[in-house]
C-alpha cells in the first residue's frame, strides 16, 4: 500500500478495535437548512470529546472551522464533490468541488466521494471515483467513497425520517461493490436490516465498510442497537451525521456510539453514557 495512505488510514481507525466512528457534518451543501448545524465549528469539540475519530466536512466550512483539529485526536475528512441539492432537478447531478491536491493543502486525512448506482447519470458518477483514487494513488490519500442504490436516495437527503433500509439487499452488496472497484480504500454504505444478508455485503466487500445511519431517527436506544447490530455482523465502523448533532447532547451519544463500537458494550452500556 501507499505509505501516505497507509499512515492516514492509521489515524482514521483506532488501532486497538481496527474500526472507526466518522461524524459527517457536510449537510448543509445538500440538505434544507438545519438549525442544529447553524455553528459547525461548535459541534467539532463536542463530537471530538465523545471520541469520535474523524468529522467529514466541505472545504468551505473545514477553512473556517480548522482550528478545532489543532491538538486534537480527531481526523479531518473532506467530502470533494456535492454539486447535487435537495431543492435541484437530479440528486444523482453530482460533481467534483475541490481536488485532492487542496485537501492535502488543508490537513485532511482523508476525501469522501458519493455516487449512485442504477440512475442515468450512472456512468458520470462512476468515471469521478474512479478519477479520484488515481489522484489519491498519487498523493497517498485515503478515500472513502459512498455509493448508494438509487430506491434510498430521496430518503437520504431528507434531514428527519423514520428509520428505512434498501429493499434489495443484493443492491446494496452491489453498490459496495462497485465502490471497491473503483478504487475506494473505505466504502459507506447502507446496513440491510438483516444481519444475514449484511454479513453477505460485508464478505463481498474487499475492503473496509462503514455502515452509514442515514436520516435522524428521534430513539436513541433503537438507533444503538442497529450500530450494534451493524458492528456484530463485521462493518468496519459507522458513519453518522443527523443522529448526533440533532440529539441533545452529541458528546454522550458520540462516546455512547464509540463504545459499541471500539469495546463492544452492549445497548444497555452504551446507554448509560446518555
Known amino acids: 500500500m501507499n505509505i501516505g495512505k497507509e499512515l492516514r488510514l492509521s489515524k482514521l481507525f483506532r488501532r486497538d478495535s481496527r474500526r472507526m466512528v466518522l461524524i459527517t457534518i457536510d449537510h448543509g451543501i445538500c440538505i ?36 478545532e483539529f ?42 469522501a466521494t458519493f455516487g449512485v448506482i442504477g440512475v442515468p447519470r450512472e456512468a458520470q458518477l462512476s468515471r469521478k471515483i474512479g478519477m479520484v483514487s488515481d489522484e489519491c494513488d498519487r498523493w497517498g490519500m485515503p478515500q472513502l467513497t459512498e455509493v448508494i442504490p438509487s430506491e434510498i ?42 444481519p444475514n444478508t449484511f454479513r453477505e455485503v460485508i464478505e463481498y466487500c474487499p475492503v473496509p465498510y462503514v455502515v452509514l445511519s442515514g436520516p435522524a431517527g428521534g430513539d436513541p436506544e433503537v438507533f444503538l442497537k442497529f450500530v450494534q447490530e451493524a458492528i456484530q455482523c463485521g462493518a468496519s465502523g459507522v458513519s453518522v451525521g443527523r443522529n448526533v448533532w440533532t440529539y441533545p447532547d452529541p458528546t454522550s451519544i458520540t462516546r455512547a456510539i464509540c463504545r459499541i463500537v471500539h469495546e463492544d458494550a452492549s445497548v444497555d452500556q452504551a446507554m448509560k453514557e446518555l
Open 153 to 194: 436516495l430521496t430518503h437520504q437527503f431528507q434531514d428527519r425520517a423514520d428509520r428505512k433500509w434498501p429493499s434489495d439487499p443484493e443492491v446494496i452488496k452491489y453498490s459496495a461493490r462497485v465502490a471497491a472497484e473503483l478504487g475506494a480504500d473505505i466504502v459507506k454504505g447502507y446496513y440491510t436490516g438483516d
Open 70 to 111: 489543532v491538538n486534537a485526536d480527531t481526523s479531518l475528512m473532506l467530502r470533494i464533490d456535492g454539486t447535487a441539492t435537495s431543492i435541484g432537478p437530479d440528486l444523482t447531478n453530482d460533481d467534483l468541488i475541490s481536488s485532492v491536491e487542496s485537501a492535502l493543502r488543508i490537513g485532511a486525512d482523508a476525501v
Open 32 to 67: 434544507d437548512p438545519m438549525k442544529e448545524i447553524n455553528d459547525p465549528a461548535a459541534i467539532i469539540p463536542k463530537v471530538a470529546a465523545g471520541g469520535a475519530d474523524a468529522v467529514l466536512l466541505t472545504p468551505g466550512i473545514a477553512r473556517l472551522a480548522y482550528r
